[in-house]
């Protein structure tokens, strides 16, 4: 067995700007989730559909994020190189050092990031 060593993370510095609504990051999309039966809210099949924006009226409390307490409709999608995320309202995107787009929630990106301010 390999004896674990200790890294550090090299100093690389990212282009990142918080999310909060369509329009706010060329790399989100409207948020995927499986197809809903309108009339009764159930989910009625598999697999991400993209799904045009519904009026906040129609989104039942049960299609809130647990996780962020925002309703389903305030979220985004992002497809990264490691398959698809959804993007709660707040998440940092970062352009990775590839150009790649990875979402980031915002107490995860305090604890890593600090402004570069002398690029």
């Known amino acids: 067995m390999t004896t674990p060593k200790k890294f550090r993370k090299r100093p690389v510095v990212v282009e990142a700007a918080v999310w909060n609504t369509y329009g706010d990051h060329r790399a989100v999309d409207y948020y995927r989730h499986?197809?809903?039966d309108p009339s009764t809210g159930e989910i009625v099949g598999a697999g991400g559909i993209l799904m045009g924006r519904m009026k906040h009226s129609e989104v039942p409390d049960r299609f809130r994020r647990a996780t962020c307490e925002a309703?389903?409709?305030d979220h985004g999608?992002?497809?990264t190189l490691e398959g698809g995320h959804t993007?709660?309202?707040?998440?940092w995107i970062i352009t990775g050092v590839a150009g790649e787009?990875?979402?980031c929630?915002?107490?995860i990106f305090a604890a890593t990031y600090e402004?570069?301010?002398d690029v």
Do not use: Q
């Open 34 to 36: 499986p197809p809903v």
């Open 71 to 73: 309703l389903m409709d």
């Open 77 to 79: 999608w992002i497809d």
């Open 87 to 91: 993007v709660c309202p707040g998440d």
């Open 101 to 103: 787009f990875y979402p």
């Open 105 to 107: 929630k915002p107490d």
């Open 115 to 117: 402004e570069a301010t």
